[in-house]
């Protein structure tokens, strides 16, 4: 199922990223793209979907599109069997039962601690399909938590991009400390950002450290030194040419208004009604 979240939010759900991704692999509607598609079956089985998953073992199996690789291949089986309700034995493949699963290095899933390339890695997957520029996230991440996924700060904000819970419910996460779920909201809430406030960075940064409310008072950067500081320190890493960051749409959104139904009736982003 897909997540349900405020009106305001924006989140695509899975099964859209996956229907998307079928899209561009036939070249249905779209230009065919096999390496669009994997990227988006991938995000799509970053966030749990173990259809995605066993798709991405058969593309490995196969070599569609790509060098064939029967252990990255039997990694995602093993990670769609972790996150479906078949049995292990029935997502079996028989040319992989005595191959070794190996990680994926274009889609790592959760595996420990992640190290910063691991990080990067789910950042630009993300960022790509929100329409945000990595960079801005990573220079976020970097204030933010240091790459630190088990970052706690006074007021309770948490992981990566710091969410605080209601942050957190608001735009879909259910695990605030999963990494993966973690990036992906703070994503998700920065896009969110530079749309409310028609992409001029520093009330972007500043609703993201202040509140929305504190920005919607001042109409400019607060005036608290925290903020001010916070602010500064981002544009520092990320620099001031970005001030005024383009409002595109969503890179889904090239399928065209057809998608939604396309995509099983859901909604290509999903709205609380």
């Known amino acids: 199922m897909g997540?349900?979240?405020?009106?305001?939010?924006?989140?695509l759900t899975p099964e859209v990223l996956r229907a998307a991704a079928v899209r561009y692999?036939?070249?249905?509607g779209v230009k065919q793209d096999t390496t669009r598609a994997y990227q988006l079956y991938?995000?799509?089985?970053l966030e749990g979907d173990a259809a995605a998953a066993r798709r991405l073992a058969d593309i490995n199996i196969e070599g569609q599109g790509r060098s064939a690789d029967s252990a990255i291949a039997a990694?995602?089986?093993?990670?769609?069997?972790?996150?479906?309700?078949?049995?292990?034995?029935?997502?079996?493949?028989?040319?992989?039962?005595?191959?070794?699963?190996?990680?994926?290095?274009?889609c790592p899933t959760v595996q420990g601690t992640p190290d910063q390339a691991v990080i990067k890695t789910w950042v630009n997957l993300f960022a790509r399909e929100y329409g945000i520029d990595p960079d801005l996230v990573l220079a976020v991440m970097a204030v933010e938590s240091n790459f630190n996924p088990r970052a706690l700060s006074p007021k309770g904000a948490r992981g990566l991009m710091q969410l605080l819970p209601v942050t957190a419910k608001r735009f879909g996460v259910q695990d605030i400390w999963d990494p993966v779920q973690n990036i992906r909201g703070g994503i998700s809430y920065l896009r969110w950002l530079i749309e409310e406030y028609s992409g001029r960075l520093r009330l972007v940064l500043s609703a993201y450290n202040a509140g929305e409310q504190a920005v919607e008072h001042y109409n400019r950067i607060p005036p608290y030194d925290e903020t001010k500081r916070y602010v500064m320190r981002i544009l520092v890493r990320y620099g001031t040419r970005h001030l005024l960051l383009p409002v595109d749409p969503l890179p889904i959104a090239e399928l065209g208004p057809g998608f939604?139904?396309?995509?099983?009736?859901?909604?290509?982003l999903v709205t609380s009604n």
Do not use: M
């Not at 692999?25 to 249905?28: L, V």
């Not at 991938?42 to 089985?45: D, E, I, Q």
């Not at 995602?76 to 005595?98: I, M, N």
């Open 3 to 11: 997540f349900i979240v405020p009106a305001e939010a924006v989140v």
């Open 25 to 28: 692999e036939s070249g249905t």
């Open 42 to 45: 991938c995000v799509a089985a």
């Open 75 to 106: 990694g995602w089986l093993h990670y769609a069997a972790e996150h479906s309700e078949a049995t292990a034995d029935g997502l079996a493949h028989p040319r992989l039962a005595d191959v070794k699963p190996a990680a994926d290095p274009d």
């Open 260 to 268: 939604t139904e396309d995509a099983a009736g859901r909604n290509l």
